[in-house]
């Protein structure tokens, strides 16, 4: 089992409709989750941090987090072509040290 | 967020040749900056935790002596491709690491080996 599981997709939503990203890690002792976008050809970059169960909002994204479930999730309201990019959940098992899922692809069609 | 660059961003080389990219904080003292290998349609590996003044902290099976890290000073981590081979022709990234564990990218380079 890998430490940090993502459905590899590609997911495909059209424009304006929510997608759902969705990870699973292995690591009860996990304090600190990351959401990281990155384009083809970029480097990832930040989207959302969580650290506590429940919901953080910021504009149209939402992580979520469920500790007990061992889950965190990634909504992105009104999707928009622009959106379309590999997502990459990010868990810190180590002091500092990010262990990445192996990502999802979205694509917002227009 | 901190702000990181990394040069070059491009390099082609000959097998066999030595290849250093710097990776520099701009606007963060980084004490901790790792260091990943990226494939084609692959997920990010970490390949080492640069930590500055002291040895980096290689992964398993990444091989210390081919991939030498330092880490002089508080804004700046080198990693050289010693005796670089085809099979190292990679995606390599950078990272800082900012408050909350937050880890901020640099652009990353693009290594080819003929």
């Known amino acids: 089992q890998k430490e940090v599981e993502q459905n590899s997709g590609p997911l495909s939503v059209p424009e304006g409709a929510i997608a759902s990203l969705n990870c699973t890690y292995s690591d009860r002792g996990s304090q600190s989750f990351f959401w990281y976008r990155q384009y083809s050809g970029k480097s990832p970059e930040l989207i959302m941090s969580?650290?506590?169960?429940g919901d953080k909002e910021d504009g149209r994204f939402t992580a979520q987090l469920n500790k007990a479930s061992q889950y965190v999730s990634l909504l992105i309201r009104d999707s928009q072509p622009s959106d379309s990019a590999t997502y990459l959940c990010a868990v810190n098992t180590n002091a500092g040290k990010s262990t990445f899922g192996d990502g999802t692809t979205l694509t917002v069609k227009p | 967020g901190a702000v990181v660059s990394q040069h070059p961003s491009w390099v082609i080389c000959k097998s066999g040749t030595s290849v250093k990219i710097e990776c520099r904080s701009l606007?963060?003292?980084?004490?901790?900056m790792f260091w990943y290998r990226q494939f084609p349609k692959q997920s990010l590996m970490l390949m080492a935790t640069s930590n500055e003044g002291s040895k980096a902290t290689y992964e398993q099976g990444v091989e210390k002596d081919k991939f030498l890290i330092n880490h002089a000073s508080l804004t700046l981590s080198t990693l050289t491709v010693t005796s670089a081979h085809p099979e190292d022709s990679s995606f390599y990234i950078c990272?800082?690491?900012?408050?909350?564990?937050?880890?901020?990218f640099g652009p990353g380079t693009r290594l080819l080996v003929l």
């Open positions: 969580i650290y506590s169960n």
């Open positions: 990272s800082v690491q900012g408050l909350g564990e937050t880890q901020y």
């Open positions: 606007d963060f003292q980084a004490t901790t």
